[in-house]
């Protein structure tokens, strides 16, 4: 990659993010308005009773007794201005509720993320190694296996084994609370309640990295410049390393890079199963309770990381593969 | 450890509280300071103001945090709050409150007459349907001195005594919310009331710490240090935190009913199904009149003897709620045990849809309804098939269609279904609670009013004199009237009267003790060691 590509390159495609993440605000505002009830018949159904002045307070309360268009004019406005709106459910500004719950999402998916992808992509090389003998096809049952298994079964059985039969792990929540922690404590804590949905989370993708990677280097393996570096005399771990897997690398970092956008609301089962409080379940109750700004503020939030996700996985494919050009 | 004087005193104040207090000591249990309670609450409340929101957990939760003047005991006998002693004129206008001394609310302000008569007058009235419609008869409300308050109404209302629990008409500090809008107001977030514990942290989506309040009204009380409340909104997983004991009180929907005989056997757990009388839902299948054949009494008749209502409490609520018999749950005043539902009949059912000229065509089949299925958890699924394979042996084919909590509300509101699963709170009386669903001038387009559409001139009159009547004894014979002809109309399907299983580690002492259960303060739970 020329170096004097790249503020033209990102200036190109920071312009085309934002009319791609404004497209994605209106037909999500469009969208989470065409789904029957709104947030004041939840409220009525949730209290047990209603009568016609308290409906038409909520929703002049909420602003819904303003026409779509106008509703979307003053979402569209305020979004401009970066700011994601008020949640009069909750009685608080959006940013705040989501911002509350981002830092528990990421620690969760960022875990789960490089467990997968480092265990997912060593598993799979050392299948590709191995290929026909007893470890690869125990690499490929246990990878199978945890691709076809839905994820909240895999997080209650993994709380059956190690929060009720060993107790050796809290089965739900993300910390001990009211209990006086510091420092490390706190730390041990956390990584306590973590280790579960994390794995749970993991194992999914991690038995796709496994597949992706071991049927891609058995691909590259039967290519022209690996048998010539072997003809060379390349050591036989050299050529995995630096010709096998390097190359096998690229559809892995396109799955990866899909998936790093999806980690803010790929995890409402695991965050559901073990009351972990992340933002995929501050969307899915959102969208229970049609909160709409909140609904919006979360599905706003994903769809950046999307685009930067996008956008960083297209440099990284240049620097592992020197033959890709940046291009806008 | 044991009682001290000054809370012995203290109990005395109030003859249930000294009762709880005699029979504890009785088991050779003393109320023991300290330690705290964890538990489970579920859906998470959007806000924690009672009044503003009145969700089952915004009240089991803010039931600790705020009070109303009174509470009521399992057979709904009234139980001084924050009001120390009552009286009712002759007439059944006139109810002085005298109110307890030395309350303050969790800013150290003092409450007193105003508050109360801003929290019944101004507050409620605003924001709560429920209190709305009730607290329109109050023709003034005074205070003659700070701790006396004196309402007097436009016409006597025998049950307004009911409306003075906690979770009808909370005590809510004035000063906080005077001149504001009243879901707006910061206080909302704050949450500010006289309870025995008071909001210390609310980290969204992950629990609610709850704190001794130090300037509580009751000397010595709470016992408790702080209640945890933990978000956990799977159903098995809440099971799973009960089991390992990371939780020691669910209560509500928080364990479904099949899970409930497996920990009724687990020999640290109690489970109770107690502490419902109060708000003594009945469930009913909600028939929309206007749809045909449903207009038709025979057909309903018809629905509601193809329906084993055994069958329904024991396999799929396995003991928790009891038989429907009639409109009227029998924990609610003025039940009538002597008006009654035709039993289960599949045959009589079948002579009933024939006499309607309803033959089944070739399939078996005589007409198709289509059944929305009430989306609150996987036992209301269950009962949706049970139901279609029930109605389905009469020739009655049921579709079954799914949807979620926010469209529900909207279809029954907007009367777009044609029959699904209905409950509401009966409040203990059943001009409160029950005559709403069933007298024409209710039907609205709006959730819990008679959404059904029925309609009959006498049911309309019978409530009405009932509602009007100062002497419970002509209340009685209207509601003995107005049961019998419910009974013979079936205007909507009565098949449970519904409780939820409190289900405590075996360390809780006095989760339940009110008909209110788990709404109450907990002032007086204590965990033994």
Known sequence: MEASKLPGFLLRRGVKAVIVVLAIVVCNFLLVHAAPGDPASVIAGQSGAADAVFLEQLRRQFGLDQPLYVQLWIYLKSVLSLDLGFSHRQQAPVAQLVLERLPATLLLTGAAFAFALAAGVTLGALAAQRVGRWADSVITVIALTFYATPLFWVGLMLVLVFSVWLEWLPSFGMSSVGVEMHGLEVVWDVAQHLLLPALTLGLFYLAVYARLTRATMLEVADQDFVKTARAKGVPEGRILRAHVLRNALLPVITFAGIQAGQLLGGSILVETVFAWPGIGRLAFEALLARDYPVLLGVFFCTSVMVVLFNLLTDLLYAVIDPRVEVAG | ?529
């Open chain 2, 1 to 529: 450890m044991t009682v001290s004087r000054r809370g012995l005193l203290a109990a005395t104040a109030s003859a249930p509280a000294l009762m709880r207090v005699q029979e504890a000591l009785a088991q050779g249990i003393a109320p023991r300071r300290g330690g705290t309670l964890t538990s489970i609450l579920t859906p998470e409340p959007p806000v924690l103001q009672i009044g503003v929101n009145n969700q089952g957990p915004t009240l089991v939760a803010a039931g600790k945090i705020f009070q109303g003047l009174l509470t009521f005991s399992p057979t709904l006998e009234p139980v001084p709050v924050l009001a120390k002693s009552w009286t009712i004129s002759p007439d059944g206008k006139e109810y002085v409150f005298r109110l307890q001394e030395g309350v303050k609310f969790h800013d150290g302000q003092p409450m007193t007459a105003e508050d109360v008569i801003f929290s019944i007058t101004r507050f409620h009235f605003e924001v709560s349907p429920r209190a709305r419609a009730i607290f329109a008869l109050i023709d003034k409300a005074e205070a003659p001195d700070p701790l006396t308050v004196r309402i007097t109404l436009k016409q006597p209302f025998q049950p307004f005594l009911l409306m003075f629990d906690n979770s009808a008409c909370a005590i809510v500090p004035k000063h906080l919310f005077d001149g504001q809008d009243f879901r707006t107001a910061p206080a909302v977030q704050r949450a500010i009331g006289t309870g025995p514990f008071r909001l210390a942290e609310w980290q969204r989506g992950n629990f609610i710490r709850l704190e001794r309040f130090a300037d509580y009204w009751k000397p010595g009380q709470p016992y408790l240090d702080a209640i945890i409340y933990r978000i956990v909104p799977d159903s098995q997983s809440r099971r799973l935190a009960l089991e390992t004991g990371q939780v020691l009180l669910t209560q509500g929907s928080d364990v479904e009913p099949f899970d409930v005989p497996a920990l009724r056997s687990r020999p640290n757990l109690d489970v109770s199904v107690k502490g419902w009388e109060y708000f003594s839902p009945v469930a009913w299948i909600e028939l929309n009149h206007r749809v045909k054949p449903l207009d038709d009494v025979r057909v309903r008749q018809a629905i509601s003897m193809a329906v084993d209502r055994n069958f329904i409490t024991q396999r799929l609520w396995f003991g928790v709620g009891k038989p429907a018999t009639n409109p009227i749950a029998s924990t609610t005043r003025f039940h009538d045990a002597s008006a009654k539902i035709a039993g289960y009949d599949v045959r009589a059912a079948a002579a009933l849809l024939d006499a309607a000229g309803l033959r089944p065509n070739a399939q078996g089949v005589r007409f198709t309804l289509k059944h929305l299925t009430l989306p609150y958890g996987e036992v209301w699924s269950r009962l949706a098939e049970y139901l279609k394979q029930s109605l389905r042996q009469v020739g009655i084919a049921l579709e079954l269609e799914s949807t979620d909590a926010g469209s529900w509300a909207r279809r029954v509101g907007a009367w777009e279904y044609e029959t699904t699963i209905n409950f509401v709170y009966q409040f203990g009386d059943p001009t409160l609670g029950v005559e709403r669903t069933y007298v024409s001038t209710n039907i609205q387009k709006v959730t819990f009013t008679n959404t059904g559409g029925y309609a009959n001139p006498k049911v309309d009159e019978l409530f009405a004199a009932a509602r009007n009547a100062a002497d419970p004894k002509d209340r009685q014979a209207a509601f003995s009237a107005v049961q019998k002809i419910l009974c013979e109309e079936v205007p909507q399907i009565w098949l449970m009267e519904m409780a939820f299983p409190t289900i405590t580690d075996k360390k809780v002492r006095n989760a339940v003790t009110t008909g209110l259960g788990v709404h109450a303060s907990f002032d007086d739970v204590f965990l033994t060691a």
